[in-house]
């Protein structure tokens, strides 16, 4: 018969075995559970992130935010020589450089005619989008233009006449390279700077196709944009220009481009010397 003592033993060695172990058990669960209480009282459902925090995120992580396509339209600039003259299409640098300095602080973002074409062609224009243009290919582009545009960070389409390259106050080879390089589109202008709307059909195939081939063959790239001298025309000079290889074309008729446009009659905005800066942002705003 076994001795008290050895009962208790025995009664000790079966609380180790079994209770305790279950005791842990229950310990654990039900701390457990009350952890995972904790966490779903100290949970919320994540808030969509406002615009302001996109930005700020886009901002550290160096990536640029969405582009919202909700422009409807494009203003096309017109420049001819910056600098001061006899007449109103030369404009001052000190007036190009508030002008430009305008674009900047309200926004604005400078394309190529070629991007601005893609752009009206696919119905995606992103708010604010300007384009400079500079007609005739003058020196000043690169000695005043070009210099106030880096300093904004702006690009632009120069139509030049090839046949000028050799003439005083217009840009060399050289120098048209040098801009194309630079990320400022050459467009054409023609040779010579005809008057399309009464030369001969043979003379504009020469004119148009001509100046596109000769900067072509001196750039290496494909040259898109074109620029009727003076703004003159005839019923068959746009068919001849989309024949040739050009993806648009402007005018001087005043207005700003749209999708609705014929792309080889695209109208600008005129830029004339004499505009104050208020007179400026009006005539695009």
């Known amino acids: 018969m076994p001795s008290r003592w050895q ?97 900047y602080n309200s926004g604005y973002h400078t394309v190529t005619m070629a991007n601005a074409q893609e752009m009206l062609v696919n ?49 060399t080879w050289e120098e048209i390279i040098t801009l194309q390089t630079a990320g400022i589109e050459i467009g054409s202008h023609t040779k010579n700077h005809i008057d399309l709307k009464t030369a001969s059909t043979e003379r504009q195939t020469q004119e148009i196709f001509g100046s596109k081939k000769a900067l072509e063959e001196k750039l290496g790239v494909p040259v898109k944009s074109f620029c009727y001298p003076t703004g003159t025309y005839n019923e068959n000079t746009p068919q001849l220009v989309k024949v040739v290889g050009y993806t648009s074309a402007v005018t001087v008729a005043n207005g700003q481009a749209t999708s609705k446009n014929n792309f080889y009659l695209i109208p600008r905005v005129r830029v004339p010397g004499w505009a104050s800066l208020e007179q400026f942002s009006n005539s695009f705003r």
């Open 7 to 103: 009962e208790d033993e025995s009664i000790v060695n079966w609380y180790k075995k079994f209770i305790l172990p279950l005791l842990i058990v229950i310990i654990l669960i039900s701390g457990f559970t009350f952890f995972l209480s904790q966490q779903r009282e100290s949970y919320s459902e994540p808030s969509a992130p406002s615009a302001a925090n996109v930005e700020n995120i886009s901002n550290v992580l160096n990536v640029e935010p969405p582009i919202e396509y909700t422009g409807t339209s494009i203003p096309i600039l017109m420049y001819h020589e910056i600098g001061t003259g006899p007449n109103s299409l030369y404009v001052s640098a000190e007036n190009f450089r508030a002008q430009m300095n305008y674009l």
């Open 123 to 171: 119905e995606k224009i992103p708010a604010k989008t300007v384009v400079l243009t500079f007609d005739d290919g003058y020196r000043s582009i690169y000695t005043r233009a070009w210099p106030i545009m880096q300093e904004f960070g702006f690009t632009g389409t120069v139509f030049v006449c090839t046949d000028f390259s050799c003439r005083a106050n217009y840009l």
